[in-house]
């Protein structure tokens, strides 16, 4: 195993830091995923990332981006392949890509992961509403090759556990779709409240930027619980997985 991996030089690190999880790619020369490794973001430090990235050692590091919504983890990170392997470390905001995208709001207002999703779909034909279903649930608007801005509402995962939390007779519930919007018991009631509350909100603000900018959309659902809305039957949403990683990948090919 370690000869044959000892073969892939030239090698590129690529990586989204959202303020939970983080996920790392490894991508070879000709830029296709051969390894993720997950983080939990929480924990990245020296001693952390020498544990989980402790394979990188039988590579030779071209090149590292990422989009990052946590500063200090990206920092940390950056310092870490500096250091350890002797590579450039860029985030994603730093890097050229007005090729790609048009922005219509500051950069510095927006998020990296947003953008770098913006960039995944967009394809200067179609209008998209992306939604992400992160720490935050959030809508982002793409018309043609342009980035319009969007929405942030609570995320799911977020609001289950304040939930939880604050309530003490809530239990633990792993949240899934249930056809009855009313519950016979505290799990059920809950799972009705979050999936069917969600599904409300999800479908009004589509409907909302559709009639404030008098476009048709096509609707993509990318995060943790993307499969959980996938059967919306008044956007026939399409579910990418690695959204935000394979705008990284685009901006790559770019440069």
């Known amino acids: 195993m370690k000869k044959k991996l000892a073969n892939l030089d030239n090698i590129y690190i690529i990586g989204d830091i959202g303020n939970t999880d983080t996920k790392i790619f490894i991508l070879n020369q000709n830029l296709n995923k051969i390894k993720k490794i997950f983080l939990k973001t929480k924990l990245i430090s020296k001693a952390y990332l020498s544990i989980k990235l402790n394979i ?3 590579y030779k590091i071209k090149f590292c981006l990422f989009c ?25 905001k730093d890097q050229k890509f007005s090729e790609l995208v048009k922005l ?6 927006v998020g990296s992961d947003r953008i770098a999703n913006a960039i995944s779909i967009i ?13 935050a649930t959030t809508f982002d608007v793409i018309i043609k090759n342009t980035y319009y801005g969007g929405v942030i509402a609570p995320g799911i995962s977020l609001s289950l556990g304040t939930l939880i939390k604050k309530a003490s007779l809530i239990p633990s519930i792993n949240l899934s779709r249930i056809s009855k919007v009313i519950g016979r018991n505290t799990n059920q009631a809950v799972k009705a409240g979050f999936y069917w509350g969600y599904l409300g909100l999800i479908d009004n603000i589509i409907l909302m ?4 900018t008098k476009k048709n959309f096509k609707i993509i659902f990318t995060g943790g619980y993307a499969h959980m809305f ?3 039957k008044k956007n026939n949403p399409i579910i990418l997985k690695d959204l935000t990683i394979d705008g990284l990948i685009k901006v790559i090919k770019n440069n």
Do not use: H, M
């Open 68 to 92: 990052s919504v946590v500063p200090p983890a990206y920092k940390q990170l950056k310092k870490f392949l500096k250091q350890k392997y002797y590579t450039s470390c860029s985030e994603l």
């Open 123 to 135: 394809d200067n034909k179609n209008n998209y509403i992306v939604v992400d279903f992160g720490t």
């Open 104 to 109: 219509k709001v500051n950069r510095s207002q």
């Open 230 to 232: 996938k059967k919306l």
């Open 209 to 212: 930027i559709k009639r404030q």
């Open 56 to 58: 990188l050692k039988y």
